[in-house]
């Protein structure tokens, strides 16, 4: 039964690997391989279905803790988009120095990701080069180092990158000590890459031949109106404030994060309600939330589901803690088999890889906080910048700019896996300083 079920997943795996070249949606192949698994095991095992249904069920629990987390920070990004807010931060880069303005681009896109998350992060970052670097050689180079800088920043924030959102939620790490241990190797993973193409970028930002005002991919029909829209600022301010407040609550009521989420959300859609009463029903509801929850990546919470559910019926099984014997007997340190995981996370979607080593490890052996979950949320959220396909963040800015997969491999990988290997060096040598309690 156990061969026949890793048998499933894999297949699954493979199909949501190949999304692009089989044209199957991940989500299909997802929700597939996560149901099949449970069938299978509900069927042939030994155990009682009664014994089954309660393990799904709390598995169920933890996934919808997560599922919610994230339809609420989708909806609370799509809400303040609707509004143009991030405007507010792009407006204001004038620079035209190509060396000068990748610093300022990878420095918002690093602490703009972290507060909403790597994904939106680089669609908004991306919509903004097209406007600032016309020359399209160029700007392939910005693109890229947005998808490191976003991943990078991602990796440090509870909020950043949905699998230190996992990690969270699930309680391997808390907020305050992950922004402590892994914000400095996240900007060593950033910069390094940066300072290398101080001494190596060459080419002009262009001259725009028009006036390009690309918008975030996911608000369809605002183009030309975002001038007219009142209360911009105001839903920026309170949708960051919303998105910020959410580690807080979670530390002052003990309750799971979701909660949090969802209260900030209900804030927001209260606020966008009341802020353009003279707009009749069908003219508001693009700028309510109920607008922006019909715009939200429905799909991809649906990934999330199905994978969850896979990687819940392997844990089940146990066959996750035997392939994680496996591996200590194997390669003896849980270092060398995190920071591979890190680079399997360029080849293959870091959320089953994730939601695997927290079923494979036990958090009676390894608590809250210990270096294991640290350095996963680091090696994880910033190992996918290696290939454009490793990281969401990649596949967005890919389809955006129609970049490469060859020309990424040439120009950008070395300097994303420079940077990977830094930050996990300074990771692994601060480490024993910080966790000094």
């Known amino acids: 039964m156990e061969i026949f079920v890793v048998l499933i997943f894999t297949i699954g795996y493979l199909l949501i690997a190949l999304e692009h070249p089989i044209k199957i949606n991940k989500s299909a192949s997802a929700i597939l391989t996560g149901v099949i698994c449970w069938t299978i095991y509900a069927v042939v095992a030994h155990d009682s279905i009664d014994h089954i249904s309660e393990q799904l069920g709390e598995h169920l629990s933890q996934i919808s803790a997560i599922l919610f987390f994230?339809?609420?920070?989708?909806?609370?990004?799509?809400?303040?988009?609707?509004?143009?807010?991030?405007?507010?931060?792009?407006?204001?880069?004038?620079t035209k120095n190509?060396?000068?303005?990748?610093?300022v681009i990878c420095t918002v896109t690093f602490f703009l990701s972290a507060l909403l998350d790597n994904l939106t992060t680089s669609i908004v970052m991306v919509s903004l080069i097209r406007k600032l670097v016309p020359n399209k050689s160029m700007r392939l180079f910005f693109a890229g180092m947005v998808v490191i800088s976003a991943n990078a920043g991602g990796a440090w924030s509870p909020i950043g990158d949905v699998t230190t959102t996992m990690l969270w939620i699930g309680g391997q790490i808390t907020a305050p000590n992950i922004v402590k241990t892994l914000l400095l190797p996240s900007i060593v993973c950033m910069i390094i890459p940066l300072i290398y193409l101080q001494f190596?970028?060459?080419?002009?930002?262009?001259?725009?031949?028009?006036?390009?005002h690309s918008k975030h991919a996911a608000t369809p029909g605002h183009g030309g109106h975002h001038k007219d829209i009142k209360g911009s600022k105001f839903m920026f301010f309170l949708g960051v404030a919303g998105l910020i407040s959410v580690p807080v609550f979670k530390t002052v009521t003990h309750l799971p994060p979701y909660l949090g989420m969802l209260l900030a959300?209900?804030?927001?859609?209260?606020?966008?309600?009341?802020?353009?009463?003279?707009m009749d029903e069908a003219e508001k509801r693009p700028y309510t939330a109920a607008g922006a929850l019909a715009r939200i990546d429905v799909p991809s919470v649906l990934f999330f589901l199905g994978i969850l559910l896979a990687v819940s019926a392997l844990?089940?099984?146990?066959?996750?803690?035997?392939?994680a014997a496996f591996l200590e007997r194997a390669l003896g340190d849980n270092r060398i088999i995190i920071t591979l995981i890190g680079i399997l996370?360029?080849?293959?979607?870091?959320?089953?890889?994730?939601?695997?080593?927290?079923?494979?490890?036990s958090m009676?052996?390894?608590?809250?906080?210990?270096?294991?979950?640290?350095?996963?949320?680091?090696?994880?959220?910033?190992?996918g910048s290696i290939l454009i396909i490793g990281s969401a963040a990649g596949v967005a800015v890919m389809g955006m700019e129609k970049i490469d997969?060859?020309?990424?491999?040439?120009?950008?990988?070395?300097?994303?896996?420079?940077?990977?290997?830094?930050g996990a060096i300074v990771y692994l040598v601060i480490y024993p300083y910080l966790s000094v309690h």
């Open 70 to 94: 994230l339809m609420g920070a989708m909806t609370i990004v799509e809400l303040i988009d609707a509004y143009q807010g991030f405007r507010i931060i792009t407006d204001r880069i004038t």
């Open 364 to 383: 009676e052996t390894y608590p809250p906080d210990n270096m294991i979950w640290e350095y996963l949320a680091y090696c994880a959220g910033t190992g």
């Open 200 to 212: 190596t970028l060459k080419g002009e930002l262009g001259h725009a031949g028009s006036h390009d």
């Open 315 to 323: 844990e089940s099984m146990e066959i996750l803690h035997h392939f």
């Open 405 to 422: 997969f060859i020309w990424y491999l040439k120009r950008i990988s070395l300097l994303a896996m420079l940077g990977y290997f830094a």
């Open 345 to 361: 996370s360029a080849i293959v979607d870091n959320v089953p890889l994730v939601a695997a080593s927290m079923g494979m490890y």
């Open 98 to 103: 190509p060396k000068t303005l990748m610093w």
């Open 265 to 278: 959300l209900g804030v927001l859609w209260v606020a966008s309600e009341l802020i353009n009463p003279d």
